[in-house]
Structures are given as C-alpha cells and as structure tokens.
C-alpha cells in the first residue's frame, strides 16, 4: 500500500502568488514525522519543513508552511508569495517513529511545481 | 562543511564494468541509506545501515553491494553495470529516531551514472 500519495505531477503558479502541494499518508503508528524536500533542476535534495504528529501547531519556515490535518491524514506544503527559484520538484516524506522500520523513510512521487513570471 | 558527500558527481561506464560510489557524512548519524532516482524522479529505497550493519534490504540486484567500513562511510558498489543501471544515486543519513525534528534525514548531492 501507498504510505505517501502526492496526487498532483504538475502544478503552475504565478509569481507572487501562494501554492499549496497536496501529500496524504497512511500508518497506523501514533508517533510519525512528515518532511518535505525540494529538489530543483539541479539536483540535490533540500529538506524544507518537518511535522511531527504530536506537534500541536502547523510547522513554518520562513515561505513555507505545513498544513497538517491529522484526522484526514494529510500534510500539504504551503508556498507563499512564489518566487521564480521556486520552481522545482517537491517530494513528501514520513518515518514512523515507533515501527520496526522507524529509520526507514517513505517517499512520494513528487510534485513538478513551475513558478510563471 | 558539507553534511552529507558522495563521489563521484557524475560518473559515465560501459556496460559490463564494475563500479563504485563512495558516501561519507559529518553529521554523527547512526543510519546512511542509499536511493536510486530513476529518470521520471522516482525515489527507491535500496539499502540502510545503522551502525555498519544492514538494516534495510530491499529488492535490488545482487550486483548492488553495500560497504559500511563505520558509521560514517557507506559505500555502494555495482558490478556487472546493465544499461538499467543509469540513474542518479543518492546517499542519505538521519538519526536514530527519538521522535523530533532531530530525525531529519538528509542527502548527498547525488552521483548520476550514465551505462554506455
């Protein structure tokens, strides 16, 4: 079964303008992380924003933030006031903290989001 | 003072070739991965370690053979390179979890082998 599902491959926004990145996950371990990574054209992976299900608030760094919903079990990353280096590959992430498998990490198939000038 | 290093960045070989890719991290994480991207991104769990032993193990040819001389080197190597074989690789460490933001993981630059 999926653990991560991100269901858009391509998202166009314009400059300045917010986006949001849809990610739900599956487990049935209380304790579990969500992360968000940026991967531009470039290549290398850049971790953006962490969630743990405990965490009582939504998760922001800076232009991004995590609207957790944990009941709906879903974890998408808001982008605010897009910038051109934005435009990138986005992939959500989870680790079950209390599983066997609590170092392995689980992947989506990422979303291709193109920031419009 | 880079995290996470592999190398090399690229790396271009005939079929049938044996090759390696070295993966070292700073960070003092107890657990280094490897991930293959293939070229429509996808990111697949290949191999984990955690304190130089074999933790995750999935489904991949036995031509792939991880090395982790200590905690802080996890070397991968591929014999018998198939044209298949080309993708980017990517080398990762986190902690143990405890359950935090602590428990990032994170990845090297990524070596992109190319099979002639």
Known sequence: AQKITQTQPGMFVQEKEAVTLDCTYDTSDPSYGLFWYKQPSSGEMIFLIYQGSYDQQNATEGRYSLNFQKARKSANLVISASQLGDSAMYFCAMRDFLSNTGNQFYFGTGTSLTVIP | ?116
């Open chain 2, 1 to 116: 003072d880079t995290a996470v290093s592999q190398t090399p960045k690229y790396l271009v070989t005939q079929m049938g070739n044996d090759k390696s890719i070295k993966c070292e991290q700073n960070l003092g994480h107890d657990t280094m991965y490897w991930y293959k991207q293939d070229s429509k991104k996808f990111l697949k769990i290949m191999f984990s370690y955690n304190n130089k032993e074999l933790i995750i193990n999935e489904t991949v040819p036995n031509r792939f053979s991880p090395k982790s001389p200590d905690k802080a080197h996890l070397n991968l190597h591929i014999n018998s390179l198939e044209l298949g074989d080309s993708a980017v690789y990517f080398c990762a460490s986190s902690q143990d979890s405890s359950g935090g933001s602590t428990d990032t993981q994170y990845f090297g630059p990524g070596t992109r082998l190319t099979v002639l």
